[in-house]
C-alpha cells in the first residue's frame, strides 16, 4: 500500500501529553520519521527509527511503533510545538518509493 | 553544515516546463550514502513526494507525475536538478527539495531541507 493516514486535527491543553498517530501497511516494514512544519517554514525532522531524535529536538518529543502504526508523543506540550506534524515512510511495494501522511494540524490550547 | 537552496523561475506558464535546482553546500553530493529528494505543497495541503534521485544515480518518481518528470545530478556543480513537463495550474506549490538519510534497520528520514521556491503556472 502506499497511504499512510493521519487525524487532520489534535489539540493539546499546555503542559499536557498528546499523541499523534499514523497507519499504514508500509509501516510493517519500515519505521516512520515524523516532521513538524510551522506557517511558512520548511518541515523539520523530529523523530526517526525506533525512536531516535535528530540534535536539538527536545526529548519531549518520542516516538514508537506497532503493528501499521506509528505514533509521536509530546510529553508536556509546550505553545511552541503548535503546528502541522507529517510522518512518512519508504512504500513497501518494493518500489523504492516514498510516502507522507496527509499531516496533523496540533494545537496547543 | 549541509545547507540546500532551491532555485529557479517563480512564475511558468501553463504548458511549458518547470525547471528547479537544488545546491547543495557543506558537503558533496557525491559523499554517497544520501538520497536527494523534491516535495510540493500545493497552498494549504499537506507534503507530497515528487521523487529523488539515489548517490548512485537512479531516479526513482511519484507515479502520478513519472511521465512528465525528470530529476538529475550534476556532481561538478553539486546540483540536483527536477524537470516537470507540460505543466498546469495544479503544479501550482511550494517546491522543497531535502537530503533523506538511511540510518540502518528500515528507517530513512529527511534531514536536511532546502527553504522552500513557490512556483505559480499561469499565463
Known amino acids: 500500500s502506499s497511504e499512510l493516514t493521519q487525524d487532520p486535527a489534535v489539540s493539546v491543553a499546555l503542559g499536557q501529553t498528546v499523541r499523534i498517530t499514523c497507519q499504514g501497511d508500509?509501516?510493517?516494514?519500515?519505521?516512520a520519521s515524523w516532521y513538524q512544519q510551522k506557517p511558512g517554514q520548511a518541515p523539520v525532522l523530529v523523530i526517526y527509527?525506533?525512536?531516535n531524535r535528530p540534535s536539538g529536538i527536545p526529548d519531549r518529543f518520542s516516538g514508537s511503533s506497532s503493528g501499521n502504526t506509528a505514533s509521536l508523543t509530546i510529553t508536556g506540550a509546550q505553545a511552541e510545538d503548535e503546528g502541522d506534524y507529517y510522518c512518512?515512510?519508504?512504500?513497501?511495494?518494493?518500489?523504492?518509493?516514498?510516502?507522507f501522511g496527509g499531516g496533523t494540524k496540533l494545537t496547543v490550547l | 553544515q549541509v545547507q540546500l537552496q532551491e532555485s529557479g523561475p517563480g512564475l511558468v506558464k501553463p504548458s511549458q516546463t518547470l525547471s528547479l535546482t537544488c545546491t547543495v553546500s557543506?558537503?558533496?553530493?557525491?559523499?554517497?550514502?544520501?538520497?536527494w529528494n523534491w516535495i510540493r505543497q500545493h497552498p494549504g495541503k499537506g507534503l507530497e513526494w515528487i521523487g529523488y534521485i539515489s548517490d548512485s544515480g537512479s531516479p526513482y518518481y511519484n507515479p502520478s507525475l513519472r511521465s512528465r518528470l525528470t530529476i538529475s545530478v550534476d556532481t561538478s556543480k553539486n546540483q540536483f536538478s527536477l524537470k516537470l513537463s507540460s505543466v498546469t495550474a495544479a503544479d501550482t506549490a511550494v517546491y522543497y527539495c531535502a537530503r533523506e538519510d538511511y540510518f540502518g534497520s528500515g528507517s530513512y528520514g529527511m534531514d536536511v531541507w532546502g527553504q522552500g521556491t513557490t512556483v505559480t503556472v499561469s499565463s
Open positions: 508500509s509501516l510493517r516494514s519500515y519505521y
Open positions: 512518512n515512510s519508504r512504500d513497501s511495494s518494493g518500489n523504492h518509493l516514498v510516502v
Open positions: 527509527g525506533k525512536n
Open positions: 557543506g558537503d558533496s553530493i557525491s559523499s554517497g550514502g544520501y538520497y
